[in-house]
């Protein structure tokens, strides 16, 4: 095919390695702030790939392998940067993925009426960072998120951990709940009960 189009095979393979360089991708030169490249140690070594910096967050959940082995430089990065997670750890489900390293979250609950003894569906919508690590994340998978530092305007949490899912239909007009659990730090997705059911079990006995 490059022998019939005329083109260089050196040429080509230079344009595959500048797009296969995802650290790159920015006006300015990209590089990890916990890192000096500059050492003796590492101008020996010769490597293309050099030092990475790469952390465990805690908490139960575990550091991706493509933020151990990527090539990607993200400042906002729970596992390759500064940015420490602590505060709230909620799960819920991927609804827009349209922004750049940002996704929004939706999550479900349900919210007790007194005056009428009964249940009313409501939901809020959280936009969290997403790490290039997580860039398989798609409308409709289950995410955690973990609270951080301000990152921006609207952005306060950041992508934990996330489960391939498969809704039919339109996403937003799914409704689950989700249980945090404290034991072993997991959480359990539940099929939520009917608010009809749930304000008859609330209901004073007539006895």
């Known amino acids: ?3 019939e189009t005329g083109i260089n095979a050196e040429y080509m ?3 595959l390695l500048r797009v296969s360089m995802a650290e790159q991708q920015e ?3 990209q590089r990890q702030g916990n890192v000096y490249q500059n050492t003796k140690a590492l101008l020996s070594k010769k490597t293309e790939k ?3 910096y790469y952390k465990t967050i805690g908490l139960g959940f575990k550091t991706p392998k493509e933020a151990v082995n990527g090539n990607y430089i993200d400042r906002k990065c729970p596992f390759t940067s500064n940015v420490s997670i602590r505060g709230r750890i909620i799960k819920g489900i991927c609804i827009a993925t349209k922004m750049k390293n940002t996704i929004v979250i939706r999550r479900d609950y349900l919210h007790y009426v007194k005056k009428y003894l ?3 569906k409501r939901h809020t919508t959280v936009p969290a960072h997403c790490s290039p690590c997580f ?3 798609k409308v409709g998978d289950i995410v955690t998120i973990g609270q951080c530092r301000p990152l921006s305007k609207t952005v306060r949490f950041n992508v934990l951990k996330f489960e391939p ?3 039919v239909g339109n996403v937003k007009k799914q409704f689950m709940l989700f249980q945090a659990i404290t034991h072993k730090n997991t959480c359990l ?3 939520s009960p009917s608010p009809r059911d749930l304000s008859t079990s609330r209901m004073p006995s007539s006895a």
């Open 27 to 29: 006006k300015a030169f």
């Open 165 to 167: 899912f498969k809704i």
């Open 13 to 15: 393979g230079f344009i």
């Open 50 to 52: 050099g030092e990475r």
């Open 118 to 120: 009964r249940f009313e």
């Open 1 to 3: 095919c490059v022998q």
């Open 189 to 191: 997705l539940y099929t």
């Open 135 to 137: 860039s398989h994340v």
